[in-house]
């Protein structure tokens, strides 16, 4: 590529409304532009890079004997229907009509689609295993678009769905796509973790996430500091302390005016892990009272599993009066309300609590002094929480979801009858798995982990171009010749090189080059009658004079140690 008449431009000055690094610099490169919240053009460059992303992919996934097709993304609304992903998915969903009033869909997701595809083919047996995936457009009507290609409202994603007779073939297919991820990660030199998380809207018996390891990241990853343990916020676990001491008498004290757990504490001078806090909340139109440690948070996930409702509210005031709780002061002794307590309060003694009444609490309450409805694991873990699987300790992380594997078992073959003869010529459901990856994440994931002040450092598989040549002087013809025979012999050898033969002066030149990230460059300058050109490494900003005559050889070790 010669730059001279080509696309491309970069911006000096910082974009005012991209917030994350990686949307910054971005758009800075000149290699993405935001045409609205959360939608976005790819640029040459961008695409460019985005391309090569979606190649690895592509190069991984069909060494892992997967078949790529193609799924349209305007689709029936009554498909989704039929597996109650509409209600799943809610307002997240764009919906249209066509002409005849038929309503559609823009496809948020297709598992529906490929189960579809999957039972044109597969009567027997001897039909399965196979996994077939494509790499198209997704929509999905984000509430808060933001962080640039983090969080969007159209996007690409790889989606893969391997299709078994069960659950233990599903193993298998499972385990080859993992390491078809962990391939494609580590080809493109990401920081990542693979951490157990919720199934959420898309089912099944087991979820696990790839997180690339970042300070922008919107999702909050639990990692152990003696073991691999490694989960996400909203399904990690931690092993509870056994409380040993005494059971003493329960004594009602006066709190005046003390209404939250900071308030209470304090007054009482007990610490917070000492008391219990009440939270009222309505599950489906019923007072639902949770009580957890009063120094942790509640996991609206971990409920929505435990209880199977659909949706997690707080209680409004005309519901909270039909019970005796005490907003403020609300205790489990002798509590009207359905009471769901944390598995940790089995373990608590001589806890502080509410009495139910306006400027009361109990101290010294444990678990024989009240009943409760159901418990289980119901809250967030905190940091130096004991590890589950070791005696490690829990500390924090933030990553960007870059891609998922999920085990679906049978959901959505069974609702839309995909089933084989086995070989005893009995009807079976077919066993799924799903698989999704997003390059457009990985591509701001790299970014954010990849830059410094002047620009992007990409991995020499994904930049724009692996090697850039600079004439300081585009009016000197000597170095003008010595570039563009550069340029031919790389072309030729199979390196992806740029020439920036633009009529700019030489700062402008480098500036851009380490903006958009190229690994190396060569810079053709006074040297040239000497036929010696410097080359310049982005990562290290390592710098060596080497004659013509070694420039092929230096860039293909390069290119050969880099990756």
């Not at 790819?42 to 997967?66: C, F, Q, S, T």
């Not at 958009?516 to 810079?523: A, M, S, T």
């Given at each position: 590529?010669?730059?001279?008449?080509?696309?491309f431009?970069?911006?000096?000055?910082?974009?005012?409304?991209?917030?994350?690094?990686?949307?910054?610099l971005?758009?800075?490169?000149?290699?993405?532009?935001?045409?609205?919240?959360?939608?976005?053009?790819?640029?040459?460059?961008?695409?460019?890079?985005?391309?090569?992303?979606?190649?690895?992919?592509?190069?991984?996934?069909?060494?892992?004997?997967?078949?790529?097709?193609?799924?349209?993304?305007?689709?029936?609304?009554?498909?989704?229907?039929t597996?109650?992903?509409?209600?799943?998915?809610?307002?997240?969903?764009?919906?249209?009509?066509?002409?005849?009033?038929?309503?559609?869909?823009?496809?948020?997701?297709?598992?529906?689609?490929?189960a579809?595809?999957?039972?044109?083919?597969?009567?027997?047996?001897?039909?399965?295993?196979?996994?077939?995936?494509?790499?198209?457009?997704?929509?999905?009507?984000e509430?808060?678009?933001?962080?640039?290609?983090?969080?969007?409202?159209?996007?690409?994603?790889?989606?893969?769905?391997?299709?078994?007779?069960?659950?233990?073939?599903?193993?298998?297919?499972?385990?080859?796509m993992?390491?078809?991820?962990?391939?494609?990660?580590?080809?493109?030199?990401?920081?990542?973790?693979?951490?157990?998380?919720?199934?959420?809207?898309?089912?099944?018996?087991?979820?696990?996430?790839?997180?690339?390891?970042?300070?922008?990241?919107?999702?909050?990853?639990?990692?152990?500091?003696?073991?691999?343990?490694?989960?996400?916020?909203?399904?990690?676990?931690?092993?509870?302390?056994?409380?040993?001491?005494?059971?003493k008498?329960?004594?009602?004290?006066?709190?005046?005016?003390?209404?939250?757990?900071?308030?209470?504490c304090?007054?009482?001078?007990?610490?917070?892990?000492?008391?219990?806090?009440?939270?009222?909340?309505?599950?489906?139109?019923?007072?639902y009272?949770?009580?957890?440690?009063g120094?942790?948070?509640?996991?609206?996930?971990?409920?929505?599993?435990?209880?199977?409702?659909?949706?997690?509210?707080?209680?409004?005031?005309?519901?909270?009066?039909?019970?005796?709780?005490?907003?403020g002061?609300?205790?489990?002794?002798?509590l009207?309300?359905?009471?769901?307590?944390?598995?940790?309060?089995?373990?608590?003694?001589?806890?502080?609590?509410?009495?139910?009444?306006?400027?009361?609490?109990?101290?010294?309450?444990?678990?024989?002094?009240?009943?409760?409805?159901?418990?289980?694991?119901?809250?967030n873990?905190?940091?130096?929480?004991n590890?589950?699987?070791?005696?490690?300790?829990?500390?924090?992380?933030?990553?960007?979801?870059?891609?998922?594997?999920?085990?679906?078992?049978?959901?959505?073959?069974?609702?839309?009858?995909?089933?084989?003869?086995?070989?005893n010529?009995?009807?079976?459901?077919?066993?799924?798995?799903?698989?999704?990856?997003?390059?457009?994440?990985?591509?701001?994931?790299?970014?954010?982990?990849?830059?410094?002040?002047?620009?992007i450092?990409?991995?020499?598989?994904?930049?724009?171009?692996?090697?850039?040549?600079?004439?300081?002087n585009?009016?000197?013809?000597?170095?003008?010749?010595?570039?563009?025979?550069?340029?031919?012999?790389?072309?030729?050898?199979?390196?992806?090189?740029?020439?920036?033969?633009?009529?700019?002066r030489?700062?402008?030149?480098?500036?851009?080059?380490d903006?958009?990230?190229?690994p190396?460059?060569?810079?053709?300058?006074?040297?040239?009658?000497?036929?010696?050109?410097?080359?310049?490494?982005?990562?290290?900003?390592e710098?060596?004079?080497?004659t013509?005559?070694?420039?092929?050889?230096?860039?293909?070790?390069?290119?050969?140690?880099?990756?």
């Amino acid at each position: 590529m010669k730059l001279k008449n080509s696309y491309f431009f970069t911006l000096r000055e910082d974009a005012k409304d991209e917030e994350s690094r990686s949307g910054n610099l971005l758009v800075r490169a000149g290699m993405i532009k935001k045409v609205g919240a959360g939608i976005y053009m790819y640029l040459p460059n961008g695409l460019k890079v985005l391309d090569k992303i979606k190649k690895i992919i592509k190069e991984e996934m069909d060494n892992a004997g997967a078949q790529e097709l193609l799924m349209p993304s305007l689709l029936p609304k009554e498909i989704y229907e039929t597996c109650g992903r509409v209600e799943a998915f809610g307002s997240d969903m764009f919906n249209l009509n066509d002409r005849y009033n038929k309503p559609l869909v823009l496809g948020p997701t297709h598992e529906e689609l490929f189960a579809i595809a999957a039972k044109s083919m597969v009567t027997s047996y001897k039909d399965l295993p196979f996994t077939i995936y494509q790499q198209a457009d997704k929509f999905r009507d984000e509430p808060r678009p933001r962080y640039g290609l983090i969080r969007v409202r159209e996007f690409i994603m790889k989606d893969a769905y391997s299709f078994d007779r069960d659950e233990k073939s599903l193993d298998i297919s499972y385990n080859k796509m993992k390491e078809a991820y962990n391939k494609i990660y580590d080809r493109m030199k990401l920081d990542y973790k693979i951490v157990s998380s919720d199934t959420g809207a898309m089912g099944g018996s087991l979820s696990e996430e790839y997180q690339a390891i970042t300070d922008i990241g919107e999702d909050v990853i639990v990692l152990c500091d003696s073991c691999n343990y490694s989960s996400n916020l909203e399904v990690a676990k931690f092993k509870i302390n056994e409380v040993k001491e005494e059971e003493k008498e329960l004594i009602k004290v006066e709190t005046p005016n003390q209404k939250t757990i900071d308030e209470v504490c304090s007054y009482l001078n007990i610490p917070k892990e000492k008391s219990i806090k009440a939270l009222l909340m309505n599950i489906d139109g019923e007072l639902y009272t949770f009580f957890i440690r009063g120094d942790r948070e509640l996991n609206e996930s971990k409920i929505t599993k435990l209880l199977k409702c659909k949706e997690i509210n707080f209680a409004s005031d005309e519901l909270i009066n039909k019970s005796n709780a005490v907003p403020g002061f609300t205790g489990p002794i002798n509590l009207r309300s359905k009471i769901v307590i944390d598995n940790e309060i089995l373990k608590m003694k001589n806890f502080c609590c509410g009495a139910n009444e306006k400027g009361y609490h109990y101290i010294n309450a444990n678990l024989k002094d009240f009943n409760y409805d159901l418990n289980g694991d119901i809250v967030n873990v905190l940091p130096n929480d004991n590890c589950p699987n070791c005696n490690g300790k829990l500390y924090f992380k933030k990553g960007i979801e870059i891609g998922n594997l999920f085990k679906l078992g049978t959901k959505y073959a069974e609702k839309l009858g995909l089933t084989y003869l086995d070989e005893n010529n009995e009807t079976k459901v077919v066993t799924m798995g799903s698989y999704g990856i997003g390059p457009g994440r990985i591509l701001a994931s790299i970014v954010e982990q990849n830059n410094d002040e002047a620009g992007i450092i990409f991995p020499i598989e994904v930049a724009p171009y692996e090697v850039a040549i600079i004439p300081v002087n585009s009016k000197d013809e000597l170095q003008n010749e010595i570039a563009n025979k550069m340029y031919d012999e790389l072309k030729d050898a199979g390196v992806d090189v740029l020439l920036d033969n633009r009529d700019e002066r030489p700062g402008v030149k480098f500036k851009d080059m380490d903006l958009i990230g190229i690994p190396l460059k060569i810079v053709v300058g006074k040297k040239a009658s000497e036929n010696i050109v410097e080359t310049k490494i982005r990562r290290t900003n390592e710098q060596k004079d080497i004659t013509t005559s070694e420039v092929l050889d230096f860039v293909l070790n390069f290119k050969k140690s880099e990756l």
